[in-house]
């Protein structure tokens, strides 16, 4: 891995966990430029967009899921009555697999939030998303796009 090209500005970026987008326009020139031309900078900042992605990716997946399991609960009988029994120092807690689903789904919809709000996971998938609806525009014959702008 090569070493940052000016570890001044490579500091900076690594504080803000290499998110730029949340500065004004005016100061972003230094960092898009060094981003630009340090390869160890860039690579850092694809990693923690990895993470960040990753992260939401899973805790949306652990929303589905969460979701698929409260639906299934409520149309098999008996697993509306199953029960799930934790023994906790000396306690005895018992939950019903429904309500379990219930607090699953709150917490995977906290961290879900969290990330989200943490991370700039959001901004970066919507970069994405028009970045590939410009290629794809592209890629449209001039006689459709046409009629697109009509």
Not at 7 to 24: E, Q
Not at 82 to 87: D, K, N, R, T
Request: hydrophobic share 50%; aromatic share 4%.
């Amino acid at each position: 891995m090569s070493a940052c090209t000016d570890s001044v500005v490579g500091d900076i970026l690594s504080s803000w966990r290499y998110d730029i987008s949340g500065i004004s326009p005016e100061m972003r020139i230094d960092y898009e430029e060094h981003l630009a031309t340090c390869s160890h900078c860039r690579s850092r900042q694809r990693l923690h967009r990895a993470i960040d992605v990753t992260l939401i990716s899973l805790s949306s997946l652990s929303i589905l899921a969460f979701l698929l399991a409260l639906a299934v609960i409520h149309h098999v009988e008996p697993l509306r009555t199953a029960a799930v029994v934790m023994h906790l120092e000396h306690t005895q807690l018992v939950l019903t697999l429904q309500a379990a689903a219930i607090l699953g789904l709150l917490a995977s919809l906290v961290a879900w939030v969290l990330v989200a709000v943490a991370t700039p996971a959001p901004v970066y998938l919507t970069g994405v998303a028009i970045e590939q609806a410009r290629v794809l525009h592209d890629r449209i014959p001039e006689e459709l796009r046409s009629r697109l702008r009509a």
